[in-house]
């Protein structure tokens, strides 16, 4: 079981980026998919979730506007597409899949099962 993440680097104040995460081992249906982001220093906080259906979607105030998630069952793959970026985005950003038939989403880290490595985004002002 494995979540690969790419699209991470530096960026100016800004810019845009988009993060994919592959998910193999597994298949994402049924599994809600949410993106956290840990700044040095700082508490790993949630940026953005989505249901298993992809209907329900969340954000952090923070971001709320400016990313946004969305994904592919069949390709296995969940996006964050990250717009205006601000130098206080800078963090590494790791996706995650929590199972759910619900529908729902959740912004708490410990209900996800699975984690990618994270990559890496540097915003310079």
């Known amino acids: 079981v494995q979540l690969q993440a790419s699209g991470g680097g530096l960026v100016k104040a800004g810019g845009s980026l988009r993060f994919s995460c592959v998910a193999s081992?597994?298949?994402?249906?049924?599994?809600?998919m949410g993106w956290f982001r840990q700044a040095p220093g700082k508490e790993r906080e949630f940026v953005a979730a989505?249901?298993?259906?992809?209907?329900?979607?969340a954000a952090a105030a923070s971001v709320k506007g400016r990313f946004t998630i969305s994904r592919d069952n069949a390709k296995n793959t969940v996006y964050l597409q990250m717009i205006s970026l601000k130098p206080e985005d800078t963090a590494v950003y790791s996706c995650?899949?929590?199972?759910?038939?619900?529908?729902?989403?959740?912004?708490?880290?410990?209900?996800?099962?699975?984690w990618g490595q994270g990559t890496l985004v540097t915003v310079s002002s």
């Open positions: 995650a899949a929590r199972w759910d038939v619900s529908g729902g989403y959740s912004r708490w880290d410990h209900d996800y099962k699975y």
């Open positions: 081992g597994f298949t994402i249906h049924r599994y809600s």
């Open positions: 989505i249901s298993w259906g992809g209907s329900v979607t």
